[in-house]
C-alpha cells in the first residue's frame, strides 16, 4: 500500500513539475538555510530528551509563509497541509509525516514576535523574492462547511 502512495504522490509531482507548481520554483530560488540560522539563534532551542522534540524551525516558517500567501488561519493551514499535496511538498514532507497542530503553529508565530526576528524574516523574504524577479500577490483558499441538518418530516393532512 505504501508504494501505491508513493507512485501516486510521484505521479502528481511529476504533474506539477510539467505545469511550473510556483512552490517549486520557491523551494528551487529560495535559500531558506539562512532563515534557519536566523530563527534558531534567536530561539536558541535546547535539545533534551524530555518531552516531544519540536518540529523543525524551518519547516515552521514555511507554515507561516504559506499562511500569508493564502491568508489561511492557524486551522486552515493545519488542514491545507493535510489536503494539499503542493504544500505538502513546498514544506518537505512526506504524505505519512506528523504536521504541526493549529495551536502549535500559533506558538510558533508568538515566539517569533516576542523575540522580535518576525518582522525580519519576512523583509528578508520578500527582498530575495523581488530579487528574484517574482511578485508575490497574496491569494485566498475559500472553503466550503457542511454541516447535517436533520430531514424535516412531512405532516400531510389527508
Known sequence: MESLIAGFAQARYNLMDQNGEPLVKLNKIINWDVFREIIEKAIHRETTNVGRPPYDSLLMFKIINLQKWYTLSD?????????????????????????PDAATIWEF?????????????????????????IVAHKGCIVDATFVMIPKRQSKKKI
Open 109 to 133: 508565530k508568538k515566539t517569533l514576535k516576542a523575540l522580535g526576528v518576525y518582522d525580519e524574516l519576512f523583509d528578508m523574504l520578500d527582498k530575495m523574492i523581488k530579487e528574484a524577479g
Open 75 to 99: 486551522a486552515g493551514a493545519q488542514n491545507a497541509i493535510c489536503n494539499r499535496l503542493d504544500f505538502t511538498r513546498f514544506l518537505g514532507l512526506d504524505i505519512h509525516d506528523k504536521i
